[in-house]
Each structure stands twice: as C-alpha cells, then as structure tokens.
C-alpha cells in the first residue's frame, strides 16, 4: 500500500498531541494517510500497553487513518542504531511516502527526541540505494519523502510553518480524549503525571490558539523543518 502522508510517533498519543488536525485535514482532501508508533508505551506511569493498545485503536477510529501500526521498539530503551533505523527504512520503503511528520528533535520527554532523530537519520539512509532491505522476500527500492517535518507536542517551540486546523479542531481533542488514561483525572486513582493534570489538555488547546492567532486562523499547528521550506503557488500559502 502506498501512503501520501507517514507520521512516526514513539509513544501511542504523540500523533494525536503533535499533528492530528494536520493528519483529518489531510484525510479530508483524498490522502491517504497512517501512523506508525515506535514503542507500547509501556513506560507510563498510568495504565498499560494493553490499555494504551486499545485506546489507540478507539482513536484511530475517529482520525479515519489508512492504516496504523506499531513497531514494539521498547519504551526509554531503543536506540537511534543501525538495527531500528533498518526496520523504519523498511517502513518508509514499503509505504512510499511524499511527507513525513515526525518528533520534535528537542522535548522534555528524551524519547521524543532521539525518536525524531532516528526518524530522520532513517529517512536519510532509505534514500540510499547501496542500503539493501528486503520486505515479504522482494528487495525494496530505495525512497526518500519530498518534505520532513517535525510536530511540536510538550512545549512551545518556534514553528517554520503553521496549518490550519480550524474544522478539525474538536476531532483532534477527542482523538486526545481517547487516551482515557492518560488525560483524564476524573476517577482515576493511579498517580497524577505531567500530561494528566487538566492545565496540560489546556495548554494544547492555547498552543493551537495560539498557533491558529498567528496565521490569521481559529487554530493551528505548527511544525519545524530542517530545510528552508519552498513552495509552488505561492496562492496556496495564507
Ligand atoms: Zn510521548
């Protein structure tokens, strides 16, 4: 199967966090669009890779994706190596996409980090053809995406470019949502984490704000590049 869009996210919610309004606005203009989740999270202080699973799948269900799947890297522990980087360059070869959306490069959660750092060394490397990888017995050819960009997710970082996600706006936070355990302090009695005190949802909802007051729209995501950004019709930029 061929994907217009591939997001990398290490932990299942990161995708939703980073660029969910990105990923149904896309899906909304016919691309074909999916997610690939490095580790289970089962690292989190609330709830479990079982949990996290099935919460993933209920949001996959509302972003509509194409496909999704997880690579069971282990969560705090994978390396930016030879070995991960050779299963993503089997990922981006396999799907072919024109975009991929990734980590940001510098977050609180380290994970994040070294996950978009492996992402990109691995987008590099699949354009190599002299790297063989094989998939289902058949040799795969060599794929680079036309554009990189990196989702922003714990805290403010200066975007390179903002689209607006206005219409999908509440879809995203349900997509959020549905991470129950995460996000939610109702009645649950596991220990209270960074991203489960209510002030964390709120500042996702002020970053988009924020982000959409910028571009001259209700809300907005913001993403880093790490080359200058060029475009073809300069009508389609607002
Ligand atoms: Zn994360």
């Not at 890297?73 to 990734?102: A, C, M, W, Y």
């Amino acid at each position: 199967m061929k994907l217009d869009l591939l997001v990398f996210a290490v932990h299942p919610d990161d995708a939703e966090l980073g660029c969910s309004g990105t990923i149904m606005k896309h899906i909304a203009l016919g691309k074909k669009v999916g997610i690939i989740d490095f580790t289970k999270g089962e690292l989190g202080t609330r709830g479990t890779a079982q949990t996290r699973a099935a919460e993933s799948e209920k949001s996959t269900k509302i972003l509509g994706l194409d496909y999704r799947a997880n690579l069971g890297f282990r969560d705090g522990f994978f390396k930016n190596d030879e070995s991960h980087q050779l299963v993503l360059i089997q990922q981006i070869r396999k799907f072919q996409p024109e975009i991929i959306l990734t980590n940001a490069l510098h977050d609180r959660h380290p994970d994040h980090g070294r996950a978009g750092d492996l992402a990109n060394d691995a987008i590099f490397l699949s354009g190599l053809r002299k790297i063989e990888t094989q998939w289902e017995g058949e040799n795969q050819d060599a794929w680079r995406p036309r554009l990189v960009l990196q989702y922003i997710q714990d805290r403010y970082i200066e975007p390179d470019i903002i689209v607006d996600i206005s219409d999908f706006m509440d879809r995203k936070m349900q997509s959020i949502r549905a991470f129950a355990t995460q996000f939610d302090s109702g009645d649950n009695t596991e220990p209270e984490t960074y991203i489960s005190q209510p002030g964390f949802l709120d500042s996702t909802v002020g970053r988009a704000r924020e982000f959409g007051k910028i571009i001259g729209t209700q809300y907005g995501e913001g993403f880093t590049s790490r080359k200058l950004l060029g475009t073809h019709n300069l009508f389609e930029l607002l």
